[in-house]
Protein backbone atom coordinates (compact mmCIF):
# COMPACT_ATOMS: atom_id res chain seq x y z
CA UNK A 1 0.00 0.00 0.00
CA UNK A 2 1.22 3.66 -0.61
CA UNK A 3 2.35 5.88 2.04
CA UNK A 4 -1.10 7.03 2.28
CA UNK A 5 -2.37 4.58 4.30
CA UNK A 6 -4.20 5.54 7.98
CA UNK A 7 -2.25 4.21 10.70
CA UNK A 8 -3.54 3.32 14.25
CA UNK A 9 -1.51 2.56 16.82
CA UNK A 10 -2.31 1.06 20.40
CA UNK A 11 -0.08 1.20 23.30
CA UNK A 12 2.26 4.16 23.76
CA UNK A 13 4.67 3.23 26.09
CA UNK A 14 8.59 3.13 26.67
CA UNK A 15 9.12 1.19 23.75
CA UNK A 16 5.37 1.73 21.45
CA UNK A 17 5.38 5.52 21.86
CA UNK A 18 8.98 5.80 19.88
CA UNK A 19 7.48 3.38 17.27
CA UNK A 20 4.55 5.90 17.06
CA UNK A 21 6.45 8.86 16.78
CA UNK A 22 8.28 7.53 14.25
CA UNK A 23 5.56 6.47 11.79
CA UNK A 24 4.05 9.80 11.93
CA UNK A 25 7.61 11.45 11.65
CA UNK A 26 7.35 9.42 8.10
CA UNK A 27 4.88 11.05 7.27
CA UNK A 28 1.72 8.63 7.75
CA UNK A 29 -1.46 9.78 8.99
CA UNK A 30 -1.54 8.53 12.53
CA UNK A 31 -4.51 7.32 14.99
CA UNK A 32 -3.93 6.79 18.40
CA UNK A 33 -5.59 5.45 21.45
CA UNK A 34 -4.90 4.76 25.12
CA UNK A 35 -6.56 3.82 28.45
CA UNK A 36 -5.30 7.34 30.19
CA UNK A 37 -6.28 9.96 27.55
CA UNK A 38 -3.60 12.47 28.82
CA UNK A 39 -1.08 9.62 27.18
CA UNK A 40 -2.07 11.14 24.09
CA UNK A 41 -1.74 14.18 24.13
CA UNK A 42 1.84 14.50 23.29
CA UNK A 43 1.21 12.79 19.87
CA UNK A 44 -1.75 15.10 19.39
CA UNK A 45 0.29 18.22 19.59
CA UNK A 46 2.56 16.82 16.87
CA UNK A 47 -0.41 16.12 14.36
CA UNK A 48 -1.81 12.36 15.56
CA UNK A 49 -5.75 12.04 15.79
CA UNK A 50 -6.94 10.82 19.12
CA UNK A 51 -9.70 7.80 18.86
CA UNK A 52 -12.41 7.94 22.05
CA UNK A 53 -12.49 4.25 21.29
CA UNK A 54 -10.67 1.23 20.02
CA UNK A 55 -13.66 0.83 17.18
CA UNK A 56 -13.44 4.16 16.34
CA UNK A 57 -9.54 3.89 16.11
CA UNK A 58 -10.05 0.33 13.81
CA UNK A 59 -12.94 2.44 11.70
CA UNK A 60 -9.99 4.80 10.62
CA UNK A 61 -7.45 3.23 9.89
CA UNK A 62 -5.64 0.85 7.27
CA UNK A 63 -2.86 -0.79 9.30
CA UNK A 64 -3.47 -0.91 13.42
CA UNK A 65 0.27 -1.88 15.46
CA UNK A 66 -0.59 -2.94 18.79
CA UNK A 67 2.44 -2.99 21.57
CA UNK A 68 0.62 -3.84 24.90
CA UNK A 69 2.07 -5.67 27.32
CA UNK A 70 0.26 -9.22 27.77
CA UNK A 71 -1.87 -12.20 25.36
CA UNK A 72 -5.12 -11.01 27.53
CA UNK A 73 -4.27 -7.54 26.47
CA UNK A 74 -3.86 -8.27 22.76
CA UNK A 75 -6.52 -10.76 22.34
CA UNK A 76 -8.87 -8.13 23.72
CA UNK A 77 -7.93 -5.11 21.69
CA UNK A 78 -8.02 -7.69 18.67
CA UNK A 79 -11.47 -8.32 19.13
CA UNK A 80 -12.80 -5.02 19.32
CA UNK A 81 -10.84 -4.14 15.89
CA UNK A 82 -12.03 -6.88 14.01
CA UNK A 83 -15.71 -5.35 14.60
CA UNK A 84 -14.85 -2.22 13.20
CA UNK A 85 -12.24 -2.53 10.81
CA UNK A 86 -12.39 -2.57 7.37
CA UNK A 87 -11.86 -6.11 4.93
CA UNK A 88 -8.47 -5.93 2.88
CA UNK A 89 -6.83 -3.58 6.24
CA UNK A 90 -4.27 -5.16 8.64
CA UNK A 91 -3.47 -5.87 12.47
CA UNK A 92 0.08 -6.02 13.14
CA UNK A 93 0.68 -7.61 17.00
CA UNK A 94 4.64 -6.02 18.03
CA UNK A 95 3.79 -7.38 21.92
CA UNK A 96 5.42 -10.34 22.95
CA UNK A 97 2.94 -13.34 23.59
CA UNK A 98 2.25 -17.23 22.86
CA UNK A 99 2.95 -18.06 19.39
CA UNK A 100 -0.55 -20.24 19.30
CA UNK A 101 -2.18 -17.55 20.65
CA UNK A 102 -0.81 -15.54 17.36
CA UNK A 103 -2.15 -18.18 14.84
CA UNK A 104 -5.43 -18.01 17.13
CA UNK A 105 -5.68 -14.42 15.93
CA UNK A 106 -4.87 -14.56 12.87
CA UNK A 107 -7.46 -17.61 12.30
CA UNK A 108 -9.96 -15.28 13.30
CA UNK A 109 -8.89 -11.86 11.42
CA UNK A 110 -8.61 -14.40 8.14
CA UNK A 111 -12.37 -15.27 8.98
CA UNK A 112 -13.24 -11.61 8.68
CA UNK A 113 -11.24 -10.52 5.69
CA UNK A 114 -8.12 -9.10 7.88
CA UNK A 115 -4.62 -9.56 7.34
CA UNK A 116 -2.81 -10.57 10.49
CA UNK A 117 1.27 -10.42 10.99
CA UNK A 118 3.07 -11.19 14.03
CA UNK A 119 6.06 -8.66 14.63
CA UNK A 120 7.71 -8.13 18.24
CA UNK A 121 10.51 -6.18 18.05
CA UNK A 122 14.21 -6.20 19.70
CA UNK A 123 16.03 -3.06 21.07
CA UNK A 124 13.99 -0.83 22.95
CA UNK A 125 12.79 2.47 23.44
CA UNK A 126 16.46 3.62 22.21
CA UNK A 127 16.51 1.72 18.96
CA UNK A 128 12.53 2.67 18.63
CA UNK A 129 13.58 6.52 18.41
CA UNK A 130 16.69 5.88 16.29
CA UNK A 131 14.42 3.58 14.04
CA UNK A 132 16.65 0.41 14.57
CA UNK A 133 14.24 -2.16 15.94
CA UNK A 134 14.60 -5.46 14.71
CA UNK A 135 11.37 -6.38 13.84
CA UNK A 136 10.63 -10.24 13.74
CA UNK A 137 7.51 -11.55 11.63
CA UNK A 138 5.57 -13.71 11.18
CA UNK A 139 2.50 -14.24 8.30
CA UNK A 140 1.84 -14.05 5.00
CA UNK A 141 4.79 -12.98 2.34
CA UNK A 142 2.03 -10.80 0.63
CA UNK A 143 0.86 -9.00 4.38
CA UNK A 144 4.98 -8.32 4.61
CA UNK A 145 5.19 -6.72 1.78
CA UNK A 146 2.77 -4.52 2.39
CA UNK A 147 3.64 -3.22 5.87
CA UNK A 148 7.55 -3.11 5.48
CA UNK A 149 7.22 0.49 4.56
CA UNK A 150 5.53 0.79 8.14
CA UNK A 151 8.20 -0.99 9.48
CA UNK A 152 10.83 0.58 8.49
CA UNK A 153 10.17 3.84 10.22
CA UNK A 154 10.98 1.95 13.54
CA UNK A 155 13.08 -0.85 12.38
CA UNK A 156 16.59 -1.69 10.94
CA UNK A 157 16.90 -5.69 11.11
CA UNK A 158 13.04 -6.86 9.18
CA UNK A 159 12.71 -10.67 8.83
CA UNK A 160 10.29 -12.14 7.59
CA UNK A 161 10.47 -15.96 9.33
CA UNK A 162 7.74 -17.80 8.53
CA UNK A 163 3.84 -18.21 9.28
CA UNK A 164 1.44 -16.13 11.79
CA UNK A 165 3.01 -17.17 14.92
CA UNK A 166 6.70 -17.09 13.90
CA UNK A 167 8.03 -13.65 14.69
CA UNK A 168 7.20 -14.69 18.59
CA UNK A 169 9.00 -17.81 18.00
CA UNK A 170 12.46 -15.46 17.38
CA UNK A 171 11.69 -13.05 19.64
CA UNK A 172 11.02 -15.50 22.81
CA UNK A 173 14.86 -17.57 21.80
CA UNK A 174 16.65 -14.47 21.50
CA UNK A 175 15.74 -13.04 24.55
CA UNK A 176 15.95 -16.22 26.73
CA UNK A 177 19.26 -16.21 24.87
CA UNK A 178 20.02 -13.20 26.32
CA UNK A 179 18.74 -13.37 29.64
CA UNK A 180 21.07 -16.96 29.57
CA UNK A 181 23.75 -15.05 28.84
CA UNK A 182 23.44 -12.33 31.62
CA UNK A 183 23.10 -15.59 33.75
CA UNK A 184 26.36 -16.83 32.27
CA UNK A 185 27.81 -13.45 33.13
CA UNK A 186 26.52 -14.00 36.65
CA UNK A 187 28.04 -17.19 37.22
CA UNK A 188 31.13 -16.17 35.85
CA UNK A 189 31.56 -13.28 37.83
CA UNK A 190 30.90 -15.36 40.90
CA UNK A 191 33.59 -17.89 39.73
CA UNK A 192 36.20 -15.13 39.72
CA UNK A 193 35.57 -13.53 42.79
CA UNK A 194 36.03 -17.11 44.33
CA UNK A 195 39.16 -17.28 42.41
CA UNK A 196 40.23 -14.26 44.10
CA UNK A 197 40.00 -12.17 40.90
CA UNK A 198 39.20 -8.41 41.33
CA UNK A 199 35.77 -7.87 39.27
CA UNK A 200 36.22 -4.53 37.68
CA UNK A 201 39.59 -5.86 36.06
CA UNK A 202 37.68 -9.23 34.90
CA UNK A 203 34.71 -7.34 33.54
CA UNK A 204 37.08 -5.48 31.49
CA UNK A 205 39.14 -8.55 30.62
CA UNK A 206 36.29 -10.63 29.50
CA UNK A 207 34.90 -7.81 27.29
CA UNK A 208 37.51 -7.96 25.20
CA UNK A 209 38.25 -11.60 25.49
CA UNK A 210 36.61 -14.65 23.45
CA UNK A 211 34.16 -14.97 26.62
CA UNK A 212 32.73 -11.94 25.32
CA UNK A 213 28.57 -11.18 24.24
CA UNK A 214 26.39 -8.60 24.82
CA UNK A 215 24.60 -10.17 27.56
CA UNK A 216 27.81 -10.03 29.16
CA UNK A 217 28.20 -6.41 28.43
CA UNK A 218 24.98 -5.43 30.33
CA UNK A 219 25.93 -7.37 32.51
CA UNK A 220 28.93 -5.57 33.07
CA UNK A 221 27.28 -2.17 33.27
CA UNK A 222 25.12 -3.11 36.10
CA UNK A 223 26.55 -2.48 40.02
CA UNK A 224 24.30 -4.99 40.88
CA UNK A 225 21.83 -7.58 40.05
CA UNK A 226 18.81 -5.88 41.42
CA UNK A 227 19.84 -3.00 39.42
CA UNK A 228 18.28 -4.94 36.25
CA UNK A 229 14.93 -4.67 38.23
CA UNK A 230 13.55 -2.99 35.34
CA UNK A 231 14.48 -5.26 32.81
CA UNK A 232 14.53 -8.75 34.12
CA UNK A 233 9.99 -8.90 34.32
CA UNK A 234 10.59 -9.09 30.91
CA UNK A 235 12.58 -11.63 30.33
CA UNK A 236 11.47 -13.62 33.15
CA UNK A 237 8.23 -13.32 30.98
CA UNK A 238 9.79 -14.46 27.95
CA UNK A 239 11.88 -16.91 29.14
CA UNK A 240 8.46 -18.66 30.58
CA UNK A 241 6.67 -18.27 27.28
CA UNK A 242 9.33 -20.23 25.72
CA UNK A 243 9.48 -22.86 27.83
CA UNK A 244 5.46 -22.86 27.70
CA UNK A 245 5.59 -23.04 24.26
CA UNK A 246 8.38 -26.22 24.22
CA UNK A 247 7.62 -27.51 27.56
CA UNK A 248 9.89 -30.80 26.99
CA UNK A 249 12.74 -29.30 24.75
CA UNK A 250 15.68 -29.76 26.41
CA UNK A 251 17.07 -26.23 24.62
CA UNK A 252 14.34 -24.30 26.41
CA UNK A 253 15.32 -26.09 29.58
CA UNK A 254 18.88 -24.91 29.58
CA UNK A 255 18.10 -21.16 28.46
CA UNK A 256 15.95 -21.54 32.01
CA UNK A 257 18.80 -23.08 33.89
CA UNK A 258 21.31 -20.57 32.57
CA UNK A 259 18.93 -17.56 33.44
CA UNK A 260 17.25 -18.06 36.48
CA UNK A 261 19.68 -17.55 39.68
CA UNK A 262 20.43 -14.25 37.52
CA UNK A 263 16.59 -13.19 37.40
CA UNK A 264 15.98 -14.71 40.91
CA UNK A 265 18.80 -12.08 41.87
CA UNK A 266 17.50 -9.29 39.63
CA UNK A 267 13.61 -9.70 40.63
CA UNK A 268 14.38 -10.63 44.39
CA UNK A 269 12.32 -13.50 44.05
CA UNK A 270 13.58 -17.15 43.65
CA UNK A 271 12.28 -18.10 40.14
CA UNK A 272 14.05 -21.95 40.67
CA UNK A 273 11.12 -22.57 43.64
CA UNK A 274 8.49 -23.86 40.95
CA UNK A 275 11.05 -26.36 39.35
CA UNK A 276 12.15 -29.37 40.47
Given at each position: ???????????????????A??????G????V??????????????????A?????????????G??????????A??E??????????????????????????????????????????????????????????????D??????????T???????L?????????K?????????N?????????????????????????????????????????????A??????????????????????A??????????????????????????
Amino acid sequence: MSAKETIGFIGLGSQGGPMAERIAAAGYPLTVWARRPEALQPFVDAGARAAATIAELGAACDHVGICVVDDDGVAAIVEELLAAMRPGSRIVVHSTILPENCQRLAARCAAKGIAFLDAPVSGGGAAASAGTLTVMCGGQADDFAAARPVFETFGGMIVLLGAAGAGQRAKIVNNALMAANMGLAHAAMQAGAELGLEGAALRELVKASSGRSFGFEVYARLPSPQAFSHGAPLLVKDVKLLTATLPEAAGAEALRIAAEPFLSAAIGADLTETHP
